[in-house]
């Protein structure tokens, strides 16, 4: 939506803001921790092969996590050209789309809690109260 109304410069001028005002933030904030170990940061990063060699799960999640961060590049590389050139929307318009969208993903997440939680209250079970309620605090 800002760089309908000012321009696509000026998000980057608004990113590069917010990034600085985060890495002071960040920079107050976070407390100082000293880890126990003496590796190096290339000796830690080495070692991650041994830990993909060994632990077919996290070669597993891995997979899943770089398939997931693809299929979300991808889409959201290709989408805002496809709404521009087939139905004629305006950056601001592709923003709102955006917007919605991740609305959409943020509140899945609670949608599948209070399903299962309604599911799990229309069946009778011992962990389940006893009334019926549309959201059942089992």
């Known amino acids: 939506m ?32 000293q880890p126990s170990h003496q590796a190096s940061y290339f000796e830690l990063i080495g070692s991650l092969g041994a830990l993909v060699r060994t632990m077919p799960v996290l070669r597993h ?11 979300f590049s991808l889409f959201w590389t290709a989408i805002p050209v496809e709404l521009t050139h087939h139905y004629g929307l ?33 069946r009778p079970s011992p962990r389940c109260c006893s009334r019926r309620s549309p959201i059942c605090r089992c």
Do not use: N
């Open 2 to 33: 800002i760089a309908g109304h000012f321009g696509w410069r000026a998000m980057f001028g608004v990113a590069a803001i917010l990034m600085v005002v985060i890495t002071i933030v960040l920079a107050m904030t976070i407390p100082r921790r």
């Open 61 to 71: 999640r891995s997979l899943y996590q770089a398939m997931m961060f693809a299929s």
């Open 90 to 122: 305006t950056q601001t318009q592709i923003g709102v789309f955006a917007l919605i969208g991740a609305m959409g993903a943020t509140s899945a997440p609670i949608a599948g809690r209070f399903a299962e939680r309604a599911i799990r209250c229309a």
